[in-house]
């Protein structure tokens, strides 16, 4: 029976989730059990279309890319896919209507790197929306189950979470974007000559967006609210930390949340979110 391959892509996509990333893994946890299998299979869907730029070395990336967005597009339109990931993928865009430009707009950031090393504000602005801006709309239409007013209230909101979260992630990164892949996100910064003022300038537009995505987390329907709230705390977290490390030591390593650290954010999250004082 069909069901039982669907049940395999929704089990594909929660195990993508959990391999690549702990925070996320940890945030679907405190949604609504309605919302898990929906959330997994679009991080399984964006997890996957990242892993064949950043990591695919030796192989024909814009070949692999582009067969990627053929079964993508292919596997909407038909209802299936043999690929488990594309299934429970095409079964969440189908499910909640999501606008087909987020996909598009999505796989051509991921386009960009494959050759853009360098970006200008423009293609810049343009990479955080498709990497990013795009996914915390995907993953809206999910949160307000198909409430057009709601989505397009909480539109903004979601777009500054998600350039938040990209945004510490290039800081977090710095090191290993620049050294192993050779990229340089933000713009008008020589990583060679990475200085405190550009850290503190990235840092003000960072805070800025965390300002705005925790004004929208509280609107947020109640089954949604706890698990982004959850990773806003976490990325929140990663942030401060950052902010305290030197310039030095930035692209130095990489700086992380101990799992025990985020075990302690996610009981101080639930409890917040159980007594209302978000």
Avoid at 130 to 139: F, Q
Wanted: hydrophobic residues 40%; charged residues 25%.
């Amino acid at each position: 029976m069909k069901s039982l391959f669907d049940d395999l892509s929704a089990q594909c996509s929660k195990k993508a989730t959990q391999q690549y990333s702990t925070s996320f893994s940890l945030g679907i946890k405190l949604l609504d059990k309605s919302l898990h299998r929906s959330i997994y299979g679009i991080y399984g869907f964006v997890r996957f279309a990242d892993e064949i730029v950043d990591s695919f070395h030796g192989y024909n990336k814009e070949e692999l890319l582009s067969k990627f967005r053929k079964d993508t597009y292919e596997a909407i339109d038909n209802g299936i896919s043999l690929n488990p990931i594309l299934n429970e993928f095409q079964k969440v865009v189908n499910d909640y209507n999501v606008d087909h430009k987020w996909i598009d707009t999505f796989l051509k950031s991921m386009e960009m790197d494959l050759s853009d090393k360098y970006h200008d504000v423009l293609s810049y602005k343009d990479y955080i929306l498709g990497s990013a801006e795009v996914v915390g709309l995907m993953c809206l239409h999910v949160f307000v189950n198909g409430d057009e007013s709601k989505f397009n209230e909480l539109k903004p909101y979601a777009m500054s979470l998600g350039s938040a979260f990209q945004k510490v992630n290039f800081l977090r990164d710095l090191k290993a974007d620049y050294e192993a892949l050779g990229r340089t996100y933000f713009p008008g910064v020589d990583m060679e000559s990475f200085t405190i003022e550009h850290k503190l300038q990235i840092e003000e537009d960072i805070s800025a967006d965390f300002k705005m995505a925790l004004i929208g987390i509280k609107k947020l329907p109640r089954k949604s609210r706890g698990g982004v709230y959850l990773a806003y705390v976490y990325y929140l977290q990663l942030f401060r930390k950052i902010k305290e490390t030197p310039v030095e030591k930035i692209m130095e390593s990489r700086i992380r949340v101990p799992n025990i650290s985020k075990m302690g954010l996610m009981f101080q999250s639930i409890v917040q979110h159980e007594l209302n004082l978000l």
